[in-house]
């Protein structure tokens, strides 16, 4: 491979993209650099009046559009692959960005474990691992017709190494990078080896989620938590967003061609180190 092919590897035009979770910290970052790149995006959304204005926000040759879309109702995805199709012709790659946690899903000094109540666990289970699969289903079925396409999920590095108090968010971010696996597998053996699926599992980003979590909201400082994370991470720092954009390209782009069924962790080394 020359020099200009690897060039050409990130310039996504005339690909489209499907992205859920686009209007999040993480999900505009990635949506505006997949712009930029030349994709034509298309954003998944409930909230259409946010996602438009993220959009408003994002410079690039490729086109954008948000479509009404509810990770968790199969008949509003098929409705918004119907639209995306129509749009775009086909559908190339699907960053499943769609995720989150619940404060009554999480433990602390006034609720204990034993206390979590049952709707709590639903609802993390259910946006984050079902919010996976059903897009999956939906629009990894137009790459299976076509026989080429790039599903990647967005996990956790609690997958790897549980937290303390999110108890769902981490087992359901494991079902992730276990469903990752499984689904890669399963597409390259039945339908495609040109279908490829991957994730990737951001180490600690301040997010609108955990922000004051992580630090004090009066103050700016760290909190407790954020510290014995800094205190982890070999890097010594939360990331930034942008810090996930090459892995997002590669893994999307054909530079990947030969990576699938894997779960890239972007931690500044926190799953490596061991404490000591």
Not at 99 to 106: D, E
Not at 198 to 219: S, V
Not at 221 to 242: C, N, V, W, Y
């Amino acid at each position: 491979m020359n020099l200009p092919d690897l060039s050409k590897m990130n310039d996504f035009t005339g690909r489209s993209v499907v992205v859920t979770g686009g209007t999040g910290v993480l999900g505009q970052v990635m949506t505006r650099a997949l712009i930029g790149c030349g994709a034509n995006v298309a954003v998944l959304a409930r909230n259409l009046e946010k996602a438009t204005a993220v959009l408003s926000e994002t410079a690039g040759s490729g086109k954008a559009i948000v479509v009404d879309g509810d990770v968790l109702q199969k008949e509003s995805l098929e409705r918004a692959a119907g639209v995306i199709t129509s749009e775009f012709g086909q559908i190339d790659c699907l960053l499943n960005g769609a995720g989150g946690n619940h404060p009554k899903a999480t433990t602390n000094a006034d609720l204990s474990f034993f206390d979590i109540p049952e709707e709590a666990l639903r609802f993390v289970f259910d946006l984050n691992l079902l919010g996976t699969i059903l897009p999956s289903q939906v629009f990894g079925k137009r790459m299976a017709e076509q026989g080429e396409g790039s599903i990647l999920n967005v996990s956790s590095m609690s997958a790897f190494r549980p937290l303390t108090r999110v108890l769902s968010y981490s087992a359901a971010k494991a079902g992730v990078n276990s469903f990752t696996q499984w689904l890669a597998v399963h597409l390259a053996q039945e339908y495609s080896p040109r279908i490829r699926v991957n994730a990737i599992a951001p180490g600690f980003f301040l997010t609108e989620q955990n922000r004051f979590l992580l630090t004090d909201r009066e103050t700016g400082k760290l909190s407790a938590r954020g510290q014995s994370i800094i205190d982890h991470t070999p890097m010594r720092r939360f990331g930034e967003p942008e810090d996930l954009l090459s892995t997002v390209l590669w893994l999307l782009s054909p530079a990947s061609s030969f990576v699938t069924g894997v779960v890239v962790p972007v931690d500044g080394g926190f799953s490596a180190f061991g404490g000591v």
